[in-house]
C-alpha cells in the first residue's frame, strides 16, 4: 500500500509588485492565531519588493525559499522545497505578473489551499486594472478576500468594490488604512434586476452578470421564471426539442470570449437553428441534462421567438 502523504495547507497571496503583500505576510505569521510556534511554515517568495522578509522577527519554526523563474514552478520543486523545510504549512506571496493556473497547476497532490487573498494597493490598483485587465481578473477570480491597503478620506471604495463585483460576487473585500485600521465592506451590491418579480427580466446588459449569479447560487433561481434575449446552440447530446440558448461572455479580454447557457426544452413551432437570436421566457428547475452529464438548471420554455441582435453581443460585467 502507498504512504499516506501528509497534507499540507498553503495559504496563497497573491497581488503585485509594492503591493504589501510582504508586510501583510509578516503580520499574518507574528499573529500567534496563525503561527502557533510548533508547526514549521515554509514562505515561498516568487518576486522581490523593496520589503524583505526579517527571519530573527518570525522566529526559528519559519523558514524561507524562493521561485525567481516562473518556469521552475514545478511539483517536483515544490515537494523538495516542503521537505527540505520539514514544514508542515505553506505561505506563498505569488508574483502577480505570472498566471495563477501555472501555481494550481503545479500543486503536488497533497498541498491543499486553505485559503487565497489578493492584496492590492488602493492608490495603484485601477491603473494595473487599465493596462493589465488580465492579469487583475486572474489574480481576483478564486480569491477568498480582497484587501485595498493605503486608503484614506479620499479613496473611491465604491470603484474599489466594483472592480471586486465585476469578477466575483462571493469575495470579501476590506480597506486598510495608513494606520493599519482594517474596515469591512459595508456596501450594499444588490442585483440589477428583480429576482422577486413574477417574471425576472434580464437585460441585455445584465446577463454576464445573471449567468454568474446563476452559476454561484442557483437555488435563489430555482423555480423561477426568467426571460432574456440569448444565441441558440444545438447539440447532438441533447433530446428533440432541446436546446442550449445563452450569450457570449467577455471576462476581460478577446481571448477569454466563452459561450455561456442553459439548456431549454420545449421549441414550440419554431424550427431553430445554432446561432439563432432568440428572446426566450422559461421556468427553470434543476434536472439532469446530457449536455451538462449532471444536473443543472433547466429551462422549461413558456414562450420563444425570434428576435435581432442586441446592440452588444458579446455581454460583458462592466
Not at 120 to 143: E, F, H, P, Q, W
Not at 238 to 257: E, N, S, W, Y
Not at 290 to 302: A, E, H, M, W
Amino acid at each position: 500500500m502507498a504512504e499516506q502523504l501528509q497534507e499540507i495547507p498553503v495559504y496563497l497571496f497573491t497581488g503585485f509588485l509594492e503591493a504589501g503583500k510582504t508586510k501583510f505576510i509578516t503580520e499574518t505569521m507574528q499573529d500567534e492565531n496563525f503561527n502557533d510556534g510548533k508547526r514549521n511554515y515554509l514562505i515561498i517568495a516568487c518576486e522581490e519588493g523593496e520589503e524583505e522578509y526579517d527571519p530573527e522577527a518570525l522566529g526559528k519554526n519559519v523558514s524561507f525559499a524562493t521561485f525567481d523563474d516562473e518556469q521552475s514552478l514545478t511539483v517536483d520543486r515544490l515537494s523538495a522545497m516542503v521537505k527540505r523545510a520539514k514544514a508542515d504549512v505553506v505561505v506563498v506571496e505569488y508574483n502577480g505578473m505570472w498566471q495563477l493556473d501555472r501555481f494550481y497547476n503545479a500543486l503536488p497532490e497533497n498541498f491543499m489551499v486553505y485559503q487565497e487573498i489578493f492584496i492590492a494597493d488602493s492608490t495603484t490598483i485601477m491603473g494595473y486594472n487599465s493596462n493589465m485587465r488580465s492579469l487583475v481578473v486572474d489574480k481576483l477570480t478564486s480569491c477568498e478576500m480582497a484587501v485595498f491597503n493605503r486608503t484614506d478620506k479620499d479613496t473611491d471604495k465604491e470603484t474599489l468594490h466594483k472592480l471586486v463585483r465585476a469578477i466575483s460576487r462571493k469575495a470579501n473585500i476590506c480597506y486598510e488604512d495608513k494606520a493599519g485600521e482594517i474596515e469591512f465592506d459595508q456596501i450594499e451590491d444588490p442585483l440589477p434586476f428583480d429576482i422577486n418579480a413574477p417574471v425576472i427580466e434580464i437585460k441585455d446588459e445584465d446577463f454576464a452578470i445573471f449567468y454568474r449569479d446563476l452559476s454561484e447560487d442557483f437555488s435563489k433561481y430555482n423555480g423561477k421564471t426568467v426571460s432574456f434575449r440569448g444565441i441558440v446552440a444545438l447539440d447532438k447530446a441533447l433530446p428533440k426539442g432541446h436546446f442550449a440558448v445563452g450569450r457570449h461572455i467577455m471576462t476581460c479580454c478577446q481571448a477569454d470570449i466563452t459561450y455561456r447557457g442553459v439548456v431549454a426544452k420545449g421549441m414550440g413551432s419554431l424550427k431553430l437553428k445554432t446561432r439563432d437570436w432568440v428572446k426566450v421566457t422559461g421556468t427553470l428547475n434543476e434536472e439532469f441534462s446530457p449536455l451538462y452529464q449532471d444536473v443543472g438548471p433547466v429551462l422549461t420554455v413558456l414562450s420563444v421567438e425570434m428576435t435581432g441582435k442586441p446592440a452588444q453581443e458579446v455581454a460583458t460585467f462592466y
